[in-house]
């Protein structure tokens, strides 16, 4: 189903955010289901607050969402990424009351080191309900084909430039020291 968006959004800002493509040992990456649309899988993110560093939101969020931050950042993706809310979200009882018009992100790819039971999502590091209900493990060429339709292209640009990190992940090859700079893995 495709959503579209109107004029309606036109002159509000873009919400500040990250976005975490969270790798296994194996080139997996972690999806989980939303709450609030059963079927949708995402890869988690969150806002970043004023003056926050980005490196940081990510851990920060990471624990919120998924309950650890048992990772460490191996890649950015090299441009900020945009996507604009559908007409429904834009409305003042819309998730974020019609104050912005979509997100921009800052997207970081992290090697997982905890263990899977380490991962939950019951949000005991957030007083908001948990915004997942449910988490696996996914080739990154999935990823598009799970997100809603508006964040798409956003995951396809993931695709295109940690494809590459996550095939030397799953071959078990040396990763990275991030060093802070943006990758062309």
Not at 70 to 90: G, S, T, V
Not at 124 to 143: G, H, I, K, M, Q
């Amino acid at each position: 189903m495709q959503h579209e968006t109107t004029q309606m959004s036109s002159g509000l800002p873009y919400r500040n955010s990250v976005g975490l493509c969270i790798f296994n040992a194996d080139g997996l990456v972690l999806c989980a289901e939303r709450r609030d649309r059963r079927g949708a899988w995402q890869m988690p993110q969150g806002g970043i607050q004023k003056g926050e560093d980005p490196a940081l939101a990510v851990l920060s969020e990471m624990k919120e969402e998924v309950g650890t931050d048992n990772a460490r950042i191996i890649a950015k993706h090299p441009d900020k990424l945009r996507y604009e809310f559908p007409d429904y979200m834009q409305y003042r009882n819309g998730v974020f009351h019609g104050k912005y018009r979509g997100q921009e992100q800052s997207w970081f790819a992290l090697i997982y080191d905890g263990c899977d039971s380490d991962i939950c999502l019951t949000n005991e590091f957030e007083s908001e309900l948990p915004e997942f209900v449910a988490w696996r493990w996914v080739e990154l060429a999935e990823t598009p084909s799970l997100i809603v339709d508006f964040k798409r292209p956003v995951y396809d640009a993931l695709v295109s430039a940690f494809a590459p990190l996550a095939q030397r992940i799953a071959r078990r090859e040396e990763l990275p020291v991030w060093s802070g700079d943006p990758v062309s893995a």
